[in-house]
């Protein structure tokens, strides 16, 4: 089955800073790549996704890149702020099934 | 708009006993997805449904049942719990089968196992 390993576990950076977080896959068959952001107490919210045929998605502050060949994808948030902090999970479902192998999860917090 | 509803969003039994969780998907999605979360973990897959029908499983133990209903809210039948049945439990639903669609998550139902 496929396999995701996520990187950092925790990440600290100052308000206004960069953050990067990065997952590889194992299984080449892999085509949606989907990024979680979990407050405490509240179920997974979905904040970008990207799909194989795409190398790079961006939404205001956030961006997603994928090499396919590499197996890796990461998640860029730019300018960040205090309300970013959370759990960040990275998964990566199979062709033809939503069901994602999510990634360890990482504990993102931004310092005002 | 409409989100996926949880039931209950606490949950304390005792050990053997049993516990039921319902999830109400978002109108119009079709699929359903249950997933376990322990602290400081990622979430586990356990169960779907497809238009009432189990369509995959996973990690989902055999004390464990889940389906889902003709108005397609979906609930999971947990018996003989164990203490490391405590957790978060979430329902995710999608419309269309899934396939690689965007599922949205409830906020979860926390059973705790005393």
């Known amino acids: 089955g496929e396999n995701v390993e996520q990187h950092p576990s925790t990440l600290s950076v100052q308000e206004g800073d960069s953050a990067v977080i990065k997952c590889t896959y194992s299984?080449?068959?892999?085509?949606?790549f989907p990024w979680y952001k979990q407050e405490l107490g509240k179920g997974p919210q979905l904040i970008i996704d990207i799909r194989s045929n795409v190398g790079e998605k961006k939404d205001q502050r956030i961006a997603v890149t994928l090499n396919k060949t590499a197996k890796h994808f990461s998640l860029h948030i730019t300018e960040t702020q205090p309300e970013d902090s959370a759990v960040y999970f990275c998964?990566?479902?199979?062709?033809?099934?939503?069901?994602?192998?999510f990634g360890r999860g990482t504990s993102l917090i931004v310092h005002p | 708009a409409a989100g996926v509803i949880q039931s209950p969003r606490h949950l304390i039994k005792e050990k053997r006993e049993t516990a039921t969780l319902k999830c109400y998907p978002i109108p119009r999605h079709d699929t359903v997805y249950w997933y376990q979360q322990g602290p400081g973990q990622d979430p586990q897959f356990l169960i779907s449904?497809?238009?009432?029908?189990?369509?995959d499983k996973g990690s989902i133990p055999d004390r464990f049942s889940a389906q889902q209903f003709s108005d397609y809210h979906s609930e999971l039948n947990m018996s003989s719990l164990e203490l490391g049945d405590s957790a978060l439990y979430f329902c995710a639903s999608s419309p269309a089968g899934g396939g690689d669609t965007e599922a949205f998550f409830g906020q979860g139902t926390r059973l705790t196992v005393v």
């Open positions: 998964a990566a479902s199979l062709g033809g099934s939503y069901i994602p192998t």
């Open positions: 449904f497809y238009e009432k029908m189990q369509s």
């Open positions: 299984d080449s068959a892999s085509n949606y």
